[in-house]
């Protein structure tokens, strides 16, 4: 499976911008999809995750309430609608892909597909 992100840009605090994963090789119906983000300085956090065989998503407590993972079978993407956008969500967010349900989701290290990251910016 090979992933490709795209969609960050700068936006300014209170902004909405939405992120796609395109996949090739492999199909989001039977993968478990996720979203990572990783700050200047820090780990690569996780955001959310979609689990294929449920449609279920999980969300880290950072982005609850503000962020929506979901997918379309027929483009075979993943997207990751960020509203409410604050400074702290400024990061370089990666798209990644495993083909089993893990229940250490949140875990980068279950992925074993990874895109190459979009930068996003947040102005305050």
């Known amino acids: 499976v090979q992933l490709q992100a795209s969609g960050g840009g700068l936006v300014q605090a209170g902004g909405s911008l939405r992120l796609s994963c395109a996949a090739s090789?492999?199909?989001?119906?039977?993968?478990?999809m996720a979203w990572f983000r990783r700050a200047p300085g820090k780990e690569r956090e996780f955001v959310a995750a979609l689990r294929s065989s449920t449609s279920t998503a999980y969300y880290g407590d950072s982005v609850k309430g503000r962020f929506t993972i979901s997918r379309d079978n027929a483009k075979n993407a993943v997207y990751l609608q960020m509203n409410s956008l604050k400074p702290e969500d400024t990061a370089i967010y990666y798209c990644?892909?495993?083909?089993?349900?893990?229940?250490?989701?949140?875990?980068?290290?279950?992925?074993?597909?990874w895109g190459q990251g979009t930068q996003v910016t947040v102005s305050s």
């Open positions: 090789g492999g199909s989001v119906r039977s993968l478990t």
């Open positions: 990644a892909a495993r083909l089993y349900w893990s229940v250490a989701y949140y875990s980068r290290d279950q992925y074993s597909k």
